[in-house]
Each structure stands twice: as structure tokens, then as C-alpha cells.
T-cell receptor, first 114, second 111 residues
């Protein structure tokens, strides 16, 4: 049981390049989340999904797009990377019936934009 | 008032000390609360859940004061391995499972 898996774990991009971060969970969770974490700050929610085919904006959605075509996968896209998007990105998931329970986290993607 | 606010520290304590962190939250409707531990910006890992007035697990005690809207985490007999950042987490919405994270309190336990 792998839990929540994020790929890639590290990436360096040039300004203006695009890329997609993949989050996969094998726990049959309905809810999935993308966060970013910057130095001295807590995790901030970028986008989230409450089920296959649905997505919603979080606290800091600008510059990102997401898709949830399959229940187990939640993709985070950067269309035109900017240095301000240099951060550590965490994906998390949760089960519909356990929303008062803690979320399950992937081990993060460290992204640097030059 | 920030939705979730923590003293960022750092708290520098000697081994064996008792240390307490406080966290205040603004959403009076929140029913459950969490303390997560995070090492060197690795993924957050759940330390304790708090659903009623408090919870105790070994050297760790979490207490909830709903009237004053704060949660505390007490660590007794600190170990070097307790050095980490402790995140206070409060649910934002019971429909979406959205969580609000505090900025974290850094603890450094020294020999």
C-alpha cells in the first residue's frame, strides 16, 4: 500500500516553461488537495478536488491549473512557470466519510524556477 | 485575527525540559483539531488529534479551550529527536475537508 505518491520529487525549470506534477493515491479517497509551502509559512491550499471530474480553487490558485480525470490521480499544472512558484508542493488525500480525520500526505515535490 | 496563528519560535530548550506551544484559531465552529510534526520540510506527519477537551499520548498532551479558541501542545521530558516544526491545523470546512495550517512553531532541543 503506497499511500500518496508524488512525482517528480525534484525539478528545476526555467521561467516560462510548463510542467505537470502528478499525485496518485491508492486508498480510494474521494478528496485530494494540492498545497505549497514556503519558508516561514504554513501549507497553503492551491486547489482541491472532492471527486473525480471536479476541482475547486483554494487559497492561492493563480498560475496553477488542476485536473482530476481519474479518482486516484490529481494533476497540478504550471502553464508558464515563474520564480515566485519556487516552493515545496505537497499533495494530500482524504476519505469522504473521514473529513474530520487528518489528511494523508505525499512526501513532496521540490520545485525551483530559475 | 488570522485563521490559525502560532508563535513561530524558535523554542530552544535543553533535553528533559517541558515545553508548551499555543495555537489560536478564529473559526468557532471547528470541531476537530490536529497537531502535525514536520521535519526539515518533509511531509507533515500527524502527531495528535484533538476532538474534545484534550488528548494525551505518552510525553505529549494536547488541550483544547473552545471558549478562548486555542489549542496547546505540551511536550514533557524533551528529547533531541523532538526537534522539528509543529503545525497547528484546524478544519476550515466540514463539507470539503479543507484544512487551515498555522505557520508552525520550531522546536530545537539541545543536549
Amino acid at each position: 500500500n503506497a499511500g500518496v505518491t508524488q512525482t517528480p520529487k525534484f525539478r528545476v525549470l526555467k521561467t516560462g516553461q510548463s510542467m505537470t506534477l502528478l499525485c496518485a493515491q491508492d486508498m480510494n479517497h474521494e478528496y485530494m488537495y494540492w498545497y505549497r509551502q514556503d519558508p516561514g509559512m504554513g501549507l497553503r491550499l492551491i486547489h482541491y478536488s472532492v471527486g473525480e471530474g471536479t476541482t475547486a480553487k483554494g487559497e492561492v490558485p493563480d498560475g496553477y491549473n488542476v485536473s482530476r480525470l481519474k479518482k486516484q490521480n490529481f494533476l497540478l499544472g504550471l502553464e508558464s512557470a515563474a520564480p515566485s512558484q519556487t516552493s515545496v508542493y505537497f499533495c494530500a488525500s482524504n476519505k469522504l466519510t473521514d473529513l474530520n480525520q487528518p489528511q494523508h500526505f505525499g512526501d513532496g515535490t521540490r520545485l525551483s524556477i530559475l | 485575527r488570522k485563521e490559525v496563528e502560532q508563535d513561530p519560535g524558535p523554542f530552544n530548550v535543553p533535553e528533559g525540559a517541558t515545553v508548551a506551544f499555543n495555537c489560536t484559531y478564529s473559526n468557532s465552529a471547528s470541531q476537530s483539531f490536529f497537531w502535525y510534526r514536520q521535519d526539515c520540510r518533509k511531509e507533515p506527519k500527524l502527531l495528535m488529534s484533538v476532538y474534545s477537551s484534550g488528548n494525551e499520548d505518552g510525553r505529549f498532551t494536547a488541550q483544547l479551550n473552545r471558549a478562548s479558541q486555542y489549542i496547546s501542545l505540551l511536550i514533557r521530558d524533551s528529547k533531541l529527536s523532538d526537534s522539528a516544526t509543529y503545525l497547528c491545523v484546524v478544519p476550515f470546512s466540514s463539507n470539503t475537508g479543507k484544512l487551515i495550517f498555522g505557520q508552525g512553531t520550531t522546536l530545537q532541543v539541545k543536549p
